[in-house]
């Protein structure tokens, strides 16, 4: 059991406060245990009686009923009998109730929903709501829009490393690799063998994740394309790519017609179901947003090598997918750079060319840039990590992380330099 503090914490801070609390995040990453279990154990600690907590879990067949937004309003008002008592009520997985016909108006248009259901409760005054889901369009955009300063979003994401690392029963040395080969899903953590954990995380996809996205956006006879556009996504993780360039690589590579609006639309299925997210471009000189191409980065490196039957275990691109994954977790603003400059070329003309930051990392008026590298030993290769560094004109902090071990020092440029387990165990770091 670990003990999701971080989580746990938001939750505590955000009890009884009159606002509906919204659990997102990856199916399977922990946001029932988070509720059901940690959360449900402290209010139990501070006194809370069992009776108190109505829990329903919608993604239980036993609980089907439930998934008409009727049926699931008259089951919890059933429960709230004493209006002197304080009642805690647990919603898991939402987006499971069905939209349906409202049977008191003629209008077809008039659709009850579960928005209707969780407003609903809300109205009761001695009732505390949270509802956990895991499509954040569904809940992140439908439920915070219409409940206004209402709602209140806590992302819940798999292990970080430092949870990884704190319970991690081997030789600690072990745990980086272990991390980047199978992720933080809390269920790969309980099995021992490379097969089972290889199973597990490979039926996640087709057993959940992709039936999903068919289920939820009503997608027939595309489950292949799915599937081949995980595939591709996973083996460039990290690389610049946008829907024309995955539409000719379907052409080229697969001989199949996929419109690059038809991928566009599937990308952002697959990040409304927190299975990848997306990294936008940031001209740091120029101060604005580059529209294409982008990044993309799967919420969990064991998914991302899944996908790719373990083939391709690259370790510089699964470390910065991590390092990225954290600096999301650590509730950061995190774009990837882009440097420009003026130089000249062999012939001796101007020329206008790119350096790449991999993170521009923002929160509130404080700004760092990141750059993942396996190593610096090599000066020459040193240079070449730190070179759009040097070039970016602020005194915001500059940062490498690299993969060997490495006491936090800086150069002669004021740049600093960390190992990545010292940069992933150390939450504070990046803010100091």
Not at 33 to 44: E, Q, R, T
Not at 156 to 166: M, Q
Not at 288 to 315: H, M, V, W
């Amino acid at each position: 059991m670990f003990p999701r503090k971080q989580y746990l914490e938001k939750l505590i801070k955000k009890k009884d406060n009159g606002r509906v609390k919204v659990i997102t995040g990856l199916r399977r990453c922990g946001k029932s245990v988070l509720l059901f279990k940690l959360y449900k154990d402290y209010l139990l600690s501070e006194g809370v009686a069992q009776e108190q907590i109505i829990g329903l879990a919608l993604d239980v067949l036993a609980n089907a009923k439930y998934r008409n937004p009727m049926e699931l309003d008259k089951y919890i008002r059933d429960q709230i009998t004493d209006s002197s008592k304080r009642y805690y009520v647990f919603i898991d997985e939402i987006q499971f109730v069905s939209k349906i016909q409202n049977p008191y108006v003629d209008d077809p248009t008039a659709k009850i929903t579960f928005i209707d259901v969780v407003l609903g409760l809300m109205q009761i005054p001695n009732a505390d709501i949270y509802v956990t889901g895991s499509n954040s369009n569904m809940l992140s955009s439908d439920i915070l829009t219409q409940f206004r300063d209402r709602g209140d979003e806590i992302r819940v994401h798999p292990l970080s490393f430092a949870e990884f690392y704190e319970e991690y029963k081997e030789d600690k040395r072990g745990a980086w690799q272990d991390y980047y080969t199978y992720g933080g899903m809390p269920v790969v953590t309980t099995l021992d063998s490379h097969e089972e954990k290889s199973r597990y995380l490979s039926d996640l996809f087709t057993g959940t994740y992709i039936k999903d996205v068919l289920e939820r956006h009503k997608v027939t006879n595309d489950d292949e394309v799915l599937g081949i556009l995980l595939d591709i996504l996973a083996s460039s993780v990290g690389s610049l790519t946008n829907p024309s360039k995955l539409s000719n690589t379907f052409k080229s590579e697969m001989q199949k017609s996929i419109a690059s609006d038809t991928i566009e639309r599937y990308l952002g299925y697959f990040t409304d179901a927190f299975i990848i997210r997306k990294a936008e471009r940031y001209d740091v000189k120029g101060k604005r947003y580059i529209k294409t191409p982008a990044k993309y980065y799967y919420s969990d490196p064991g998914l991302r090598n899944a996908r790719l039957g373990f083939r391709q275990i690259e370790e510089t691109h699964l470390m910065e997918n991590v390092i990225y994954n954290d600096l999301i977790r650590r509730d950061l603003n995190v774009d990837v750079g882009v440097v420009e400059y003026n130089t000249r070329n062999a012939r001796g003309k101007s020329e206008r060319r790119q350096l790449e930051v991999d993170f521009v990392v923002n929160k509130g008026s404080d700004r760092y840039y990141i750059q993942s590298a396996l190593t610096v030993a090599d000066p020459a290769k040193r240079e070449q990590e730190i070179a759009s560094l040097l070039r970016i004109p602020d005194s915001f902090r500059k940062i490498v992380v690299v993969k060997d071990y490495m006491k936090p020092w800086h150069d002669d440029h004021g740049i600093m330099y960390v190992g990545v387990e010292q940069f992933l165990l150390d939450s504070e770091l990046v803010m100091r």
